[in-house]
T-cell receptor, first 114, second 112 residues
Framework: SQTIHQWPATLVQPVGSPLSLECTVEGTSNPNLYWYRQAAGRGLQLLFYSVGIGQISSEVPQNLSASRPQDRQFILSSKKLLLSDSGFYLC?????????????FGSGTRLTVV | GENVEQHPSTLSVQEGDSAVIKCTYSDSASNYFPWYKQELGKRPQLIID?????GEKKDQRIAVTLNKTAKHFSLHITETQPEDSAVYFCAASMQGAQKLVFGQGTRLTINP
């Protein structure tokens, strides 16, 4: 069965510090991968998605970046965090093989920038 | 591109009553419509979905209806229970599209 792992679960970082969040998927190949951010009490904001190794599409211009160094690994990074980067970061995967269209989300990382 | 509007943004119902959340979509080519439930502090989880070749789908107390002509779909929860309290998101996608487009979410509160 497929599983998605996301870590860390919580993170407190000072303004101006770097960020690296990692997401890995097991039990599937060539998944579509997604990074979402959710501010407190708000909706799901798509940040980046990837349909293959090295292929990154950015939805919102900001100080974040994403990379996909391996088929089942998706990384969200920042060189210098802003207070506005605080939020709940969710990784998700989707396999469009044979009628499967829904996302499966990881457990999320709650980031607080102080 | 696709746009999904979700209403209401908040909904409060008495335990045992029914709850209905509605979404409209803009792209008539969309053919897949999932609903996600997000409990406080947790990840969104798929609770039910419907494809455009079906008008209604039920799973115990949850049902989703789709009106392709009007381009709207709805989530119906009957006999609501306290554990139904959560934020619910609708979404839409077309075959071959690389991403889902989500609605803004509905915060459902079940009052005992």
């Amino acid at each position: 069965s497929q599983t998605i792992h996301q870590w860390p679960a919580t993170l407190v970082q000072p303004v101006g510090s770097p960020l690296s969040l990692e997401c890995t998927v097991e039990g599937t190949s060539n998944p579509n991968l997604y990074w979402y951010r959710q501010a407190a009490g708000r909706g799901l904001q798509l940040l980046f998605y990837s349909v293959g190794i090295g292929q990154i599409s950015s939805e919102v211009p900001q100080n974040l970046s994403a990379s996909r160094p391996q088929d089942r690994q998706f990384i969200l990074s920042s060189k210098k965090l802003l207070l506005s980067d605080s939020g709940f970061y969710l990784c998700a995967w989707r396999n469009d093989g044979q009628g499967v269209y829904g996302y499966t989300f990881g457990s999320g990382t709650r980031l607080t920038v102080v | 591109g696709e746009n999904v509007e979700q209403h209401p943004s908040t909904l409060s119902v008495q335990e045992g009553d029914s709850a209905v959340i509605k979404c409209t979509y803009s792209d008539s080519a969309s053919n897949y419509f999932p609903w996600y439930k997000q409990e406080l502090g947790k990840r969104p989880q798929l609770i039910i979905d419907i494809r455009s070749n079906v008008g209604e789908k039920k799973d115990q107390r949850i049902a989703v209806t789709l009106n392709k002509t009007a381009k709207h779909f709805s989530l119906h929860i009957t006999e609501t229970q306290p554990e139904d309290s959560a934020v619910y998101f609708c979404a839409a996608s077309m075959q071959g599209a690389q991403k889902l487009v989500f609605g803004q979410g509905t915060r459902l509160t079940i009052n005992p």
